[in-house]
């Protein structure tokens, strides 16, 4: 691989997404598609809903160009179709609701596909499980991780913060293990694209991603980071997202015990919490940059010395103590979701 090779993954696609989530921007703009505050929000301005649309054009066409260069589209083709698909189902939310029954339909067939084409040695946990099992397991925390992707996304910065430091951590986590290749080149191009979108949805934020963006990048970050584990990376790919994964999954289980109904908006989230306290977006996702960052120097120091692995959940620990600490502002300064 040049050494140009990083450079141009991370570069073109920044640049890409940032010229095609300003255009989105303009066009929702137009068609007033906008995000409108409610009880339930974290924004006081009306804002345009739909910055996927740039988002997830610019990740695939970077994909699909990385994949016919490394010739690795027989695996890449049914993502990039399944990645599609959801985009569809989940512009057509943002419009007008689609049922959540069907929005979760049309993410357990994605998610099937795209478990279809993965390499059938590539075993997510490490052979621990007979494959049909690995499958069925891959596939049920796929989906939840589809989901949780969405639920997080709740003020400006956060997704694109995670998108960035999943796609780095994971180009890092190939480099120190020494496969550079195709898949890190992926994970750079997810990265490149995280940091386009950040320009527009740094507070206060000119676009939200929206559903047409979160589920989709959900979508595929959870594929790569299936695929890392495949590639035996599954500690790097188990701590890198162990911010979201128990920030959404400890507010679920909360939620699921006091019997709300887990499919409606809530400002119930970790991160919420901090947002109400401090009355600002920037400085909790400034925070969940610096955790994701330690989290990835984490995965990369386990490659050495395992007693590290310690630090991961550690890290997420004080992160979660930090957010929920303390009384919320009166009035927070607002801005949701990416």
């Known amino acids: 691989?040049?050494?140009?090779?990083?450079?141009?993954?991370?570069?073109?696609?920044?640049?890409?997404?940032?010229?095609?989530?300003g255009a989105a921007t303009w066009w929702l703009k137009r068609r007033q598609v906008l995000d409108r505050p409610n009880e339930r929000s974290s924004h006081v301005a009306p804002t345009p809903r739909g910055g996927g649309l740039g988002v997830v054009p610019a990740l695939l066409g970077a994909w699909v160009v990385t994949g016919l260069l490394a010739g690795d589209m027989d695996t890449l083709w049914p993502v990039v179709v399944a990645a599609l698909a959801l985009a569809t189902v989940s512009w057509a939310d943002d419009l007008a609701s689609v049922p959540p029954g069907w929005r979760l339909l049309a993410q357990v067939l994605a998610v099937a596909v795209g478990l279809s084409a993965l390499p059938s040695e590539a075993l997510v946990f490490q052979?621990?499980?007979?494959?049909?099992?690995?499958?069925?397991?891959?596939?049920?925390?796929?989906?939840?991780?589809?989901?949780?992707?969405?639920f997080m996304d709740g003020i400006d910065g956060i997704s694109a913060v995670e998108t960035l430091c999943l796609g780095l951590g994971l180009a890092a986590a190939y480099f120190a293990a020494g496969l550079m290749g195709f898949m890190s080149s992926y994970a750079l191009a997810l990265a490149g694209v995280a940091l386009g979108f950040i320009a527009w949805n740094w507070h206060p934020a000119r676009v939200f991603l929206g559903d047409v963006g979160s589920v989709p990048l959900g979508f595929l970050s959870g594929w790569l980071l299936l695929r890392a584990a495949g590639d035996g990376l599954w500690l790097p790919a188990l701590i890198l997202p162990l911010y979201y994964l128990t920030d959404a999954t400890v507010t679920l289980a909360r939620r699921l015990w006091r019997r709300e109904p887990v499919w409606q908006a809530h400002r119930q989230h970790f991160y919420q919490q901090a947002v109400r306290r401090l009355g600002r977006h920037d400085l909790v996702?400034?925070?969940?940059?610096?955790?994701?960052?330690?989290?990835?120097?984490?995965?990369?120091?386990?490659?050495?010395?395992?007693?590290?692995?310690v630090a991961a959940p550690v890290t997420v620990i004080a992160l979660l103590a930090w957010m929920a600490q303390g009384k919320a502002k009166a009035n927070p300064d607002g801005g949701t979701a990416s």
């Open 127 to 150: 052979g621990w499980l007979p494959h049909w099992l690995d499958r069925f397991v891959a596939g049920l925390a796929w989906v939840w991780f589809v989901n949780l992707f969405n």
């Open 1 to 21: 691989m040049s050494i140009l090779t990083p450079f141009l993954c991370l570069f073109l696609p920044f640049l890409l997404a940032l010229g095609l989530t």
């Open 285 to 309: 996702a400034l925070a969940i940059l610096a955790a994701n960052a330690a989290l990835a120097a984490t995965a990369i120091l386990a490659f050495t010395d395992p007693s590290w692995v």
